[in-house]
């Protein structure tokens, strides 16, 4: 179904090659999406496989404290569209701008700056599809009884295919149709585990057994710093994606967005908080972890054992649609960043290149990446959760402060901006590497924490942004 929507959404690209738009049509859908359409598109990037195997794996590990930690996500899409959307909106539309990297030139001017952003976008966006690619086969495997590496073959084929051949569109409109699908699949869960487990009251008596688990910090399991800093992660901190920034660019109208907003939150809080809460019911299913297996096998395994071959079917389509729908959006972005952003503003002799070649390598980019991805996927990972965290961390510590304060701060500069993107995304990096976590505290509370010293140090002490610059972002 996916590679019909995507071979639909091709010709809709080659329709838009031959009138002369075709970047602005692949890369964001010549900023047309509805509001329901925009909604799902965020919402399905948003929730990942760790979302629907990682996290509600380890809510089975530590209880309901872990579902109070992921409700935070709840707000991730009020935090984007509501805070920075409109404004990046407008904006794009004045400077013509089709990727965050173009709003980030735009901004500082500064060609430097936005070579490391397409560097980091491109790093980090890679870990999370290998961690994404990685949930999706074992998923697979696991369902189709197949081997890891086969599943692996056929999933990214899949997603390589349908996202090269449709482009921006198609991966919003596939997302759309994962999302709908994540719904179904959630429920199908929900109706296995209350029968599996004997109703409501047998599971929470088994739930009861260890009564940290029905603790917010889970007897101590989860820190209160923790907690803090995880919600600055999956919550305020959020603002920071680029993934999800970028579809600030590609929605039609006010209206649009303010359905979107509407919609969304209501779709991703009863997706986070229904798939963690759901992890935490599963152990009145599943009450011992197999051994050697990691938490990541607590949901594949309830599927299998509780569902006739149909029913999981559909539980298995709605957790693969949540790795799909990731994927495909990191990789039409890393392709954007490659393709748009480095080989066209610095490729040999700065020929001219048409319509038609500029599709034919973009979408020879975004295959070969999604190829790259799953070759690191071959060798797993052991938890896929805290990879998608570390990335997600990384990408917030280079891109929080760059665009909040780019877009409502005149006196913010590029200085301040190289700064704070490098000098965070090492820290970060650093402290991830030693486990330097002082309190309990996540890293990304570090790598923030330097990143906006040195962005306020370098916005004080630099070179000022032209008047011209500033009247693009501040017109009032």
Wanted: net charge positive; proline share 3%.
């Amino acid at each position: 179904m996916l590679l019909a929507v995507g071979l639909v959404a091709n010709k809709r690209g080659r329709q838009a090659g031959k009138a002369g738009n075709f970047s602005n049509e692949y890369f964001i859908g010549s900023r047309s999406l509805g509001g329901f359409v925009f909604a799902m598109t965020f919402v399905a990037t948003y929730s990942s496989v760790s979302s629907f195997v990682g996290g509600p794996g380890l809510a089975w590990e530590t209880g309901f404290g872990w579902v109070y930690y992921a409700t935070i996500q709840v707000v991730s899409v009020m935090m984007v569209m509501g805070v920075v959307g409109k404004k990046i909106a407008i904006v794009g539309r004045k400077t013509g701008a089709v990727t965050v990297i173009d709003l980030i030139r735009a901004r500082y001017s500064s060609d430097a700056l936005a070579n490391i952003s397409a560097a980091v976008v491109v790093v980090f966006f890679t870990a999370m599809m290998a961690a994404q690619y990685s949930g999706g086969a074992s998923l697979f495997a696991a369902a189709a009884n197949v081997d890891y590496k086969a599943g692996l073959v056929i999933f990214a084929l899949v997603v390589a295919v349908y996202t090269a051949a449709g482009g921006f569109r198609g991966v919003a409109l596939t997302d759309t149709v994962c999302a709908v699908f994540m719904l179904l699949g959630m429920g199908v869960i929900a109706v296995a585990i209350t029968r599996s487990g004997g109703g409501l009251n047998a599971i929470m008596e088994k739930v009861g057994a260890d009564p940290a688990r029905l603790e917010i910090r889970s007897g101590g399991r989860l820190s209160v710093p923790f907690l803090i800093s995880q919600w600055l992660l999956c919550g305020v901190c959020t603002l920071g994606l680029p993934q999800s920034l970028v579809r600030a660019l590609s929605y039609r109208d006010s209206r649009a967005l303010n359905r979107a907003m509407v919609c969304g939150t209501v779709v991703i809080g009863l997706m986070m908080a229904g798939m963690h809460l759901l992890g935490v019911l599963s152990r009145g299913v599943i009450t011992e972890l197999p051994p050697g297996k990691t938490t990541d096998s607590i949901m594949p395994a309830l599927i299998v054992r509780t569902l006739p071959p149909t029913l999981a079917g559909f539980a298995i389509i709605g957790t693969l649609a949540a790795t799909m729908s990731t994927v495909s959006s990191l990789l039409i972005m890393t392709s954007s960043s490659i393709i748009k952003d480095l080989w066209l503003r610095y490729r040999p002799g700065r020929v001219a290149v048409d319509d038609k070649r500029l599709r034919r390598f973009s979408m020879l980019a975004t295959f070969l990446i999604g190829l790259v991805a799953a070759a690191i996927a071959f060798k797993p990972p052991t938890v896929i959760v805290w990879i998608n965290l570390f990335a997600f961390g990384g990408l917030q510590t280079a891109f929080f402060w760059t665009f909040l304060l780019g877009l409502f701060w005149k006196k913010a500069n590029a200085a301040g901006a190289v700064l704070a993107m490098t000098g965070g995304v090492i820290s970060y990096c650093l402290a991830m590497a030693f486990r330097f976590s002082p309190g309990g505290v996540h890293q990304i509370v570090i790598g923030a924490g330097v990143s906006l010293v040195l962005f306020l140090a370098g916005s004080l002490f630099g070179k000022p942004q032209d008047e011209k610059t500033l009247r693009l972002f501040f017109p009032d």
